[in-house]
């Protein structure tokens, strides 16, 4: 098999190599441990599937920014706590493993952060980071519009140049949190969809990243409810929305640079596998004293482990400066995959009906789990676009 | 060994070279022993080292018991005192009958027995080394056409101990771990193989790796070698960090032999259906992966043994010690 060696060669790491948690954290997942303890047996709310997206409750947020376990990424000059990103990792991984209300924060803490620090102006971090890392200010994500989904670059929101800054015009939508959050980054097309230096047409060119605060003149927030009826996420309408140039993020024309890097924060974290894992353990708790299921809980605990092993390689990667697009994109893939593979188990090994009208439980679980369970494989880039990517990675597009 | 890379490189170009002695070259370089402390004739290198090693082994599809010489035999030797031989070496549990010296029985589907120096065996209570001298081999294969003999002995053996506390469990554990990342790379191998190919058959005027079906084809077969390397990588270094004893390590080359386990089937099946017809003959190389895929997804331990194994580990200790087991900290 002489041509082998060159073949396989050819073919990108699919995967970094193992993340070894340093010693110390150890301590702070026992630390967020008793805190969650503690919350629960209080009362305060009751474990839920799909947190990220639906667990609004600004009271933790705070407790949590209080105790240092938001924004801790962030240096601490801006307010934040100059931590690793894996010190983050351990600490989400709790809540979402918890079923924690953490959307309030989510958006704020995981990518926009790392963003403004990343792009902002020194003014722009002063401005918000401290306030993210208090659990105080919360962020949506202005990318998708009616006419530009997976193909982002399509956006039609459109930016004038007007005296002192921008005007926007134009419609997001799916906007999660929109309705309660402060601001969001809005992706604008600011100039034609022509090159700069070659005046060639490119349809990545001429976007830009605007920050908006959500109550601008000219911005309206209408709901659009899920098909639950809950409302999660919403309609942006800007009309000659005034940005000022002090709200610009980053550079003018590099928006699709920074929002594919913003993306990628996006990509492998661990609520790209744990949005069920509630109902995975309520699972447990039901089949307790009953044989039977022992290979199939199996089979759900050695993918779930894979899938963390994973994700917390692309995490050390990145940590360590790399940026592991395809490794990302595969956690996704699998991860939302498994979700829906938890939410089958359930309503398979357990002889319980889901039931959205229950306090808690089981049966509310998997009713959440079922109607929330299209969206894992959609949001945040859809697995049929995650494919393509790794597609191109290999050198086949 | 200087550094991870160097190692992998080494790795690389001892099996790409298919025109060399094998076995003799991974004497000679030393990792024949990887694992084996210097004191006792080994390299004295990390189950990572071997992991990653044995990675690369698999996905060349490589005809030598490396896992079964490093991992196993010179391991349950050396743990029982005995001394290790030269040459290639293989390890199996078995219930042989050992008084006053003699030993008989019959051990069933033993890696490699007919080619090995020595077959180290754990039985209930002791520590067996047979030398082919002492023993009369059947032939038997996998379904990767690797030798898997009938083993049969009834001879004075001088090489018994006893046999150590725990080795029972620690042999199967290692016996899974090795074949977890045999089968990592085996599928890493078969993904390349298929990549490649999807890039030269020319169907409808174009690669057939240019149709979007192809893509995603290959893009699902990525997502399932990067979870049976990560799976495979990350029980290596589990077991390294904490010990072949540690219920952590018990727990994850469980569940990475499970996952590993799983992504061969699927790995082989798109790897053969991006093939096409040509990839079904003998003359075509994929068959030396898939059909190994296909052998060692069963052998130590199949997806289901895994499975029930780590489920009942999971159910026993209840709905509130899941996360705590996933993360390893109780
Ligand atoms: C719960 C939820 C929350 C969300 N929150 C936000 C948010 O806060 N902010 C925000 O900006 N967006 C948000 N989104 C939007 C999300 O990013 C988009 O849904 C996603 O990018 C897909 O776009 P689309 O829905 O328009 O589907 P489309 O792009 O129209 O895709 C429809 C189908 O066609 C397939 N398809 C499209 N193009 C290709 C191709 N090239 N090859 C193969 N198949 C293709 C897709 O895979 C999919 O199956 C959210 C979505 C959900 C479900």
């Given at each position: 098999?002489?041509?082998?060696?060159q073949?396989?060669?050819?073919?990108?790491?699919?995967?970094?190599?193992?993340?070894?948690?340093?010693?110390?954290?150890?301590?702070?997942?026992?630390?967020?441990?008793?805190?969650?303890?503690?919350?629960?047996?209080?009362?305060?709310?009751?474990?839920?599937?799909?947190?990220?997206?639906?667990?609004?409750?600004?009271?933790?947020?705070?407790?949590?920014?209080?105790?240092?376990?938001?924004?801790?990424?962030?240096?601490?000059?801006?307010?934040?706590?100059?931590?690793?990103?894996?010190?983050?990792?351990?600490?989400?991984?709790?809540?979402?493993?918890?079923?924690?209300?953490?959307?309030?924060?989510?958006?704020?803490?995981?990518?926009?952060?790392?963003?403004?620090?990343?792009?902002?102006?020194?003014?722009?971090?002063?401005?918000?980071?401290?306030?993210?890392?208090?659990?105080?200010?919360?962020?949506?994500?202005g990318?998708?519009?009616?006419?530009?989904?997976?193909?982002?670059?399509?956006?039609?929101?459109?930016?004038?140049?007007?005296?002192?800054?921008?005007?926007?015009?134009?419609?997001?939508?799916?906007?999660?949190?929109?309705?309660?959050?402060h601001?969001?980054?809005?992706?604008?097309?600011?100039?034609?969809?022509?090159?700069?230096?070659?005046?060639?047409?490119?349809?990545?060119?001429?976007?830009?990243?605007?920050?908006?605060?959500?109550?601008?003149?000219?911005?309206?927030?209408?709901?659009?409810?899920?098909?639950?009826?809950?409302?999660?996420?919403?309609?942006?309408?800007?009309?000659?929305?005034?940005?000022?140039?002090?709200?610009?993020?980053?550079?003018?024309?590099?928006?699709?640079a920074?929002?594919?890097?913003?993306?990628?924060?996006?990509?492998?974290?661990?609520?790209?596998f744990?949005?069920?894992?509630?109902?995975?353990?309520?699972?447990?708790?039901?089949?307790?004293?009953?044989?039977?299921?022992?290979?199939?809980?199996?089979?759900?605990?050695?993918?779930?482990?894979?899938?963390?092993?994973?994700?917390?390689?692309?995490?050390?990667?990145?940590?360590?400066?790399?940026?592991?697009?395809?490794?990302?994109?595969?956690?996704?893939?699998?991860?939302?995959?498994?979700?829906?593979e938890?939410?089958?188990?359930?309503?398979?090994?357990?002889?319980?009906?889901?039931?959205?009208?229950?306090?808690?439980?089981?049966?509310?679980?998997?009713?959440?789990?079922?109607?929330?369970?299209?969206?894992?494989?959609?949001?945040?880039?859809?697995?049929?676009?995650?494919?393509?990517?790794?597609?191109?990675?290999?050198?086949?597009? | 060994?200087?550094?991870?890379?160097?190692?992998?490189?080494l790795?690389?170009?001892?099996?790409?070279?298919?025109?060399?002695?094998?076995?003799?070259?991974?004497?000679?370089?030393?990792?024949?022993?990887?694992?084996?402390?210097?004191?006792?004739?080994?390299?004295?290198?990390?189950?990572?080292?071997?992991?990653?090693?044995?990675?690369?082994?698999?996905?060349?599809?490589?005809?030598?018991?490396?896992?079964?010489?490093?991992?196993?035999?010179?391991?349950?030797?050396?743990?029982a005192?005995?001394?290790?031989?030269?040459?290639?070496?293989?390890?199996?549990?078995?219930?042989?009958?050992?008084?006053?010296?003699?030993?008989?029985?019959?051990?069933?589907?033993?890696?490699?027995?007919?080619?090995?120096?020595?077959?180290?065996?754990?039985?209930?209570?002791h520590?067996?080394?047979?030398?082919?001298?002492?023993?009369t081999?059947?032939?038997?294969?996998?379904?990767?056409?690797?030798?898997?003999?009938?083993?049969?002995?009834?001879?004075?053996?001088?090489?018994?101990?006893?046999?150590?506390?725990?080795?029972?469990?620690e042999?199967?554990?290692?016996?899974?771990?090795?074949?977890?990342?045999?089968?990592?790379?085996?599928?890493?191998?078969a993904?390349?193989?298929?990549?490649?190919?999807?890039?030269?058959?020319?169907?409808?005027?174009?690669?057939?790796?240019?149709?979007?079906?192809?893509?995603?084809?290959?893009?699902?077969?990525?997502?399932?070698?990067?979870?049976?390397?990560?799976?495979a990588?990350?029980?290596?270094?589990t077991?390294?960090?904490?010990?072949?004893?540690?219920?952590?390590?018990?727990?994850?080359?469980?569940?990475?032999?499970?996952r590993?386990?799983?992504?061969?089937?699927?790995?082989?099946?798109?790897?053969?259906?991006?093939?096409?017809?040509?990839?079904?003959?003998?003359e075509?190389?994929?068959?030396?992966?898939?059909?190994?895929?296909?052998?060692?997804?069963?052998?130590?331990?199949?997806?289901?043994?895994?499975?029930?194994?780590?489920?009942?580990?999971?159910?026993?200790?209840?709905?509130?010690?899941?996360?705590?087991?996933?993360?390893?900290?109780?």
């Amino acid at each position: 098999m002489g041509p082998v060696t060159q073949t396989l060669s050819r073919l990108p790491a699919l995967v970094p190599p193992p993340t070894v948690l340093p010693a110390r954290a150890a301590a702070l997942r026992a630390e967020v441990r008793a805190f969650l303890a503690q919350e629960r047996a209080s009362g305060a709310w009751s474990p839920r599937a799909d947190v990220w997206l639906s667990g609004w409750d600004e009271r933790f947020t705070r407790e949590l920014g209080r105790r240092g376990w938001l924004g801790m990424t962030i240096p601490v000059e801006y307010g934040g706590h100059g931590g690793s990103a894996l010190d983050r990792y351990v600490v989400t991984e709790e809540l979402l493993a918890a079923g924690a209300p953490v959307a309030a924060h989510w958006v704020a803490d995981r990518q926009i952060g790392p963003t403004l620090m990343r792009f902002g102006t020194e003014a722009q971090r002063r401005r918000y980071l401290p306030r993210i890392a208090a659990g105080e200010c919360y962020f949506g994500i202005g990318m998708s519009e009616p006419d530009a989904g997976s193909d982002l670059a399509a956006v039609r929101t459109k930016a004038d140049r007007v005296d002192g800054g921008w005007e926007l015009t134009g419609t997001k939508v799916w906007t999660s949190g929109a309705h309660h959050a402060h601001a969001f980054f809005a992706l604008a097309r600011s100039a034609p969809p022509r090159d700069v230096d070659t005046g060639e047409s490119n349809r990545h060119a001429g976007l830009s990243q605007f920050i908006v605060e959500l109550d601008s003149p000219g911005v309206q927030i209408r709901p659009i409810p899920l098909l639950t009826g809950a409302h999660h996420f919403n309609e942006v309408v800007f009309e000659r929305v005034f940005v000022p140039d002090a709200m610009v993020l980053g550079e003018l024309g590099g928006g699709w640079a920074q929002v594919t890097g913003e993306l990628a924060f996006e990509r492998s974290g661990p609520e790209r596998f744990l949005s069920t894992f509630p109902l995975l353990t309520a699972m447990l708790a039901e089949l307790a004293g009953q044989p039977g299921a022992e290979r199939e809980v199996g089979r759900l605990v050695s993918r779930l482990w894979a899938l963390r092993s994973m994700s917390l390689a692309v995490a050390g990667s990145l940590e360590s400066g790399q940026a592991p697009e395809l490794a990302a994109a595969v956690v996704k893939d699998l991860g939302t995959r498994f979700e829906n593979e938890v939410v089958d188990a359930a309503r398979t090994l357990v002889a319980i009906p889901p039931d959205p009208g229950a306090e808690a439980g089981f049966a509310r679980l998997l009713a959440d789990a079922v109607l929330h369970a299209p969206g894992f494989t959609l949001r945040g880039g859809t697995n049929e676009v995650l494919r393509g990517i790794v597609a191109r990675g290999m050198g086949l597009r | 060994m200087s550094s991870d890379s160097d190692l992998l490189d080494l790795a690389e170009s001892i099996f790409a070279d298919t025109g060399a002695d094998l076995w003799k070259t991974l004497e000679e370089t030393g990792l024949a022993r990887l694992t084996l402390p210097e004191s006792a004739g080994g390299s004295g290198g990390t189950l990572t080292d071997a992991a990653a090693v044995l990675q690369v082994a698999g996905a060349h599809a490589a005809p030598v018991p490396l896992a079964e010489t490093d991992l196993l035999a010179a391991w349950l030797l050396h743990a029982a005192g005995l001394s290790v031989p030269t040459g290639p070496l293989t390890a199996v549990a078995g219930d042989l009958h050992v008084a006053d010296g003699r030993v008989t029985g019959t051990l069933t589907r033993v890696p490699w027995g007919r080619t090995a120096a020595g077959i180290a065996v754990l039985t209930p209570s002791h520590v067996v080394l047979l030398t082919p001298g002492q023993v009369t081999v059947t032939e038997g294969t996998n379904l990767g056409e690797e030798p898997r003999d009938t083993v049969t002995v009834d001879a004075d053996v001088p090489t018994t101990a006893d046999a150590p506390a725990g080795a029972a469990d620690e042999l199967r554990l290692r016996a899974a771990l090795g074949r977890a990342q045999l089968l990592a790379g085996a599928a890493r191998g078969a993904l390349a193989r298929s990549v490649q190919y999807a890039g030269e058959r020319v169907q409808f005027g174009r690669p057939i790796g240019r149709f979007q079906a192809v893509q995603q084809q290959l893009a699902l077969a990525a997502a399932e070698v990067a979870a049976a390397g990560a799976a495979a990588s990350a029980a290596a270094s589990t077991a390294e960090r904490d010990g072949c004893g540690a219920a952590s390590t018990a727990f994850a080359v469980a569940a990475a032999k499970a996952r590993a386990g799983e992504s061969a089937g699927e790995v082989a099946r798109i790897a053969h259906q991006v093939h096409g017809a040509i990839g079904v003959t003998r003359e075509h190389d994929l068959r030396l992966l898939t059909t190994r895929l296909w052998a060692w997804r069963d052998e130590d331990g199949s997806e289901a043994y895994w499975q029930a194994q780590l489920g009942a580990t999971v159910t026993a200790a209840g709905p509130d010690a899941l996360w705590p087991l996933v993360t390893g900290m109780p």
